[in-house]
């Protein structure tokens, strides 16, 4: 394989990564305020002590998620960022639709 080849390969692999940790993060923000809010509704309804037990847990489980995949996420732009420099030496790769994706990729993780 060609090293453009391998170079291809990689910008479309690791875009994918930090495309996927994106979505990933934003869902876990999100599953965060839903079960805040379900916690809330519990404590406001008077929920037996279980519930509104479990609904913590729960809820500091959401929380834990966020720091490790928000370190994920950094390290799969760091990584992804070493290969766009490594693409941006290679002018007949600017035009790839790999590069350019990976590009706006890497201003959308915007770390």
């Known amino acids: 394989m060609s090293d453009q080849a391998a170079l291809k390969r ?3 692999i ?3 990564v930090v ?4 979505k990933e993060l934003t869902v876990y923000k999100q ?3 839903d079960q805040q809010l379900k916690l809330d509704k519990f404590i406001a309804d ?3 002590d279980w ?4 609904g913590r847990n729960m809820l500091e489980e959401s929380r834990k998620m966020i720091p490790h995949t928000q370190s994920r996420l950094e390290k799969a732009v760091i990584d992804l960022r070493e290969v766009v420099v ?4 290679d002018t007949s790769m600017h035009e ?7 590009d706006e990729t890497l201003e959308e993780a915007n770390i």
């Open 10 to 12: 990689q910008l479309k």
């Open 14 to 16: 690791k875009t994918g």
């Open 19 to 22: 495309k996927r940790l994106l």
């Open 31 to 33: 599953e965060l305020e």
């Open 46 to 48: 008077g929920a037996e």
């Open 51 to 54: 519930d509104i037990k479990n």
């Open 86 to 89: 490594q693409a941006k030496l």
């Open 96 to 102: 790839l639709e790999e590069y350019i994706k990976a």
